[in-house]
C-alpha cells in the first residue's frame, strides 16, 4: 500500500460515520466539512513530513505554515516530498480553506532545525 492509499483510506476511516463535518463556522466558510477533510489530510500529511532520527533530517522549512517569521514554519524532513505538501495545500486554499499548522510562533532569530525526539523542530 502506498502513503497515499493510507492517507486517503485514514481519512475516511475517521470520518466513518460521520458525514456532517464539523459545523461550517469552524473553518469561516461555509464549506466546513470539506474544510475538516483538508484538515484532516494535512495533519496527518505532516505526521509522516517532521519524522526524524537526528538533526540533519530536519532541512525543508515548508512556506506559510508558520506566524510570519524565518524560524517558526513547519520543518520537513530531508527525504519528504514538498511538492505533495503544496498541492494539498492548493488544493484546500482553493476550496476556500484555511489550513493551521500548530506552529509556536516562537521567532527566536538564532533558532536551527532539531530533531526533537523523533520530531523536526525549531532549537
Same mark, same amino acid.
Not at 513530513?49 to 540533519?56: E, I, L, N, R
Not at 493551521?100 to 521567532?107: A, Q, R
Given at each position: 500500500?502506498?502513503?497515499?492509499?493510507?492517507?486517503?483510506?485514514?481519512?475516511?476511516? +475517521?470520518?466513518?460515520?460521520?458525514?456532517?463535518?464539523?459545523?461550517?463556522?469552524?473553518?469561516?466558510?461555509?464549506?466546513? !466539512?470539506?474544510?475538516? +477533510?483538508?484538515?484532516?489530510?494535512?495533519?496527518?500529511?505532516?505526521?509522516?513530513?517532521?519524522?526524524?532520527?537526528?538533526? !540533519?533530517?530536519?532541512?525543508?522549512?515548508?512556506?506559510?505554515?508558520?506566524?510570519?517569521?524565518?524560524?517558526?514554519?513547519?520543518?520537513?524532513? +530531508?527525504?519528504?516530498?514538498?511538492? *505533495?505538501?503544496?498541492?494539498?495545500?492548493?488544493?484546500?486554499? +482553493?476550496?476556500?480553506?484555511?489550513?493551521?499548522? !500548530?506552529?509556536?510562533?516562537?521567532?527566536?532569530?538564532?533558532?536551527?532545525?532539531?530533531?526533537?525526539?523523533?520530531?523536526?523542530? *525549531?532549537?
Amino acid at each position: 500500500m502506498t502513503i497515499k492509499s493510507f492517507l486517503v483510506l485514514s481519512t475516511f476511516a +475517521s470520518t466513518c460515520g460521520n458525514t456532517e463535518g464539523p459545523p461550517d463556522d469552524e473553518y469561516g466558510n461555509e464549506y466546513g !466539512s470539506v474544510c475538516y +477533510s483538508h484538515q484532516l489530510m494535512m495533519d496527518l500529511e505532516l505526521e509522516f513530513a517532521v519524522q526524524c532520527t537526528v538533526d !540533519s533530517d530536519c532541512t525543508q522549512i515548508l512556506e506559510e505554515t508558520g506566524c510570519g517569521c524565518d524560524t517558526d514554519g513547519v520543518i520537513a524532513n +530531508s527525504g519528504y516530498n514538498t511538492e *505533495w505538501f503544496y498541492d494539498m495545500a492548493d488544493d484546500a486554499d +482553493s476550496d476556500g480553506c484555511d489550513l493551521e499548522y !500548530s506552529t509556536t510562533c516562537d521567532c527566536v532569530v538564532d533558532a536551527e532545525p532539531v530533531c526533537d525526539f523523533g520530531v523536526c523542530a *525549531w532549537g
